[in-house]
């Protein structure tokens, strides 16, 4: 499991490599921003931005890209993944402080955080980051209502309208356009496609409650994110990631871990 988790992780990080997205390829001395964040002021504080370039963040992405290699090679050991772990978090953090937007492409920190403890831990941590997956999906759905955003019919149109300005303006005669530009045209159903996709939020909350239905989240989170890529343009392929942790198999494991086999009594012993 290690090995597939990290080799997936790898390949991501490659192509942040290859589009400039290191912190070494930021540059020296880029602005930053914190939002009202305690970690990000932690950060502040302390002058990590302004501390990491140059030298020192050329080590650091190297130390980023080689834990998460070794992880995936060595994957009898967690060493690494610790490693991993701590430097993928400061790169989380500086690069959405260098970008000015706290994105949500979390999956590869809270994932990473499982393969840091070994054992019976192991079992407990894949579920907490189970439970944070579906703690993030419905929280957005009840934030969305609790602000408002659900009974507001224009909020897809204009997040359709920002994201995807620039298709608009240019016009060609592609499929997206033409399924953003009916949804604005038609407002109602706008609105209920907006509806629609936060009750898929909210549908997760079905998982703090029984695995049953996991097989069903992976469809609705897939086409979740793909209705967000097709009407906002919003894709993290790395939050793709997430669908492992509804995967039967590591329930599977994170069972076996919980409740060891070697720690149930034999049936002779207690006859």
């Known amino acids: 499991m290690q090995r597939f988790v990290f080799a997936a992780f790898s390949l991501i990080l490659l192509y942040k490599l290859y589009s400039s997205l290191l912190i070494s390829q930021v540059g020296m001395n880029p602005l930053v921003y914190q939002e009202t964040d305690p970690t990000y002021w932690m950060f502040m504080v302390l002058g990590i931005p302004g ?12 130390l980023l890209l080689s834990s998460c290699l070794a992880s ?43 393969f840091i403890f070994r054992d019976d831990l192991f079992g407990f941590s894949i579920q907490f980051c189970r439970f944070a997956f579906l703690f993030i999906m419905c929280s957005a759905a009840i934030w969305k209502i609790a602000r408002g955003n659900l009974f507001y019919p224009p909020q897809l149109e204009m997040i359709m309208l920002s994201h995807n300005i620039g298709t608009l ?8 356009y033409q399924l953003v530009k009916w949804f604005i ?12 996709m936060i009750a898929m939020e909210f549908s997760f909350i079905t998982g703090f409650f029984t ?23 919003i894709f993290a392929v790395e939050n793709l ?24 009594a034999p049936i002779s012993n207690s006859l």
């Open 169 to 176: 303006v240019a016009g060609d005669k592609t499929i997206k």
């Open 72 to 114: 995936c090679i060595f994957s009898r050991q967690h060493i690494t993944a610790i490693v991993f772990f701590c430097c993928y978090f400061i790169y989380f953090v500086l690069f959405n402080m260098t970008a000015g937007h706290h994105y949500a492409n979390v999956a590869i920190l809270v994932i990473s955080f499982a």
């Open 51 to 62: 501390h990491m370039n140059g030298t020192i963040a050329i080590i650091f992405d190297v």
């Open 185 to 196: 045209l038609h407002r109602n159903w706008t609105h209920v496609i907006w509806i629609t």
């Open 241 to 264: 990631l997430f669908l492992f942790l509804l995967y039967p198999s590591f329930n599977f494991i994170a069972r076996q871990h919980i409740l060891p086999t070697n720690k149930i």
């Open 211 to 233: 695995r049953k239905m996991d097989k069903l989240l992976i469809l609705v989170y897939l086409l979740f994110v793909i209705g967000g890529y097709l009407l906002a343009g």
